[in-house]
């Protein structure tokens, strides 16, 4: 399974979408405004994004424990 995405990757994501179609001041380009905003952020800004971040881990934690039993029981059929 993939890895869960970071606060900053989910703030990213947000930002990009709502910077679709718009037209930067002088070609900066999105990830280096995206990180100067991050930047600025307050850590209650950014609380959002933390507890989007909790919510991903623990769904990756779950697929990963539904992996290693698969992985596992492919193991123990090729044992035999």
Do not use: C, N
């Not at 990757?9 to 179609?21: S, V």
């Not at 992996?67 to 193991?75: D, F, G, L, Y």
């Amino acid at each position: 399974p993939k890895r869960a995405p970071t606060a900053y990757f989910i703030f990213l994501a947000e930002f990009r979408k709502e910077m679709q179609g718009k037209k930067t001041d002088s070609d900066q380009k999105i990830p280096a405004l995206a990180g100067e905003k991050w930047r600025t952020m307050t850590d209650k800004d950014k609380e959002k994004y933390k507890q989007l971040e909790a919510v991903a881990k623990k769904k990756h934690e779950a697929a990963m424990e539904e992996w290693r039993k698969k992985v596992s029981e492919k193991v123990e059929w090729a044992v035999l």
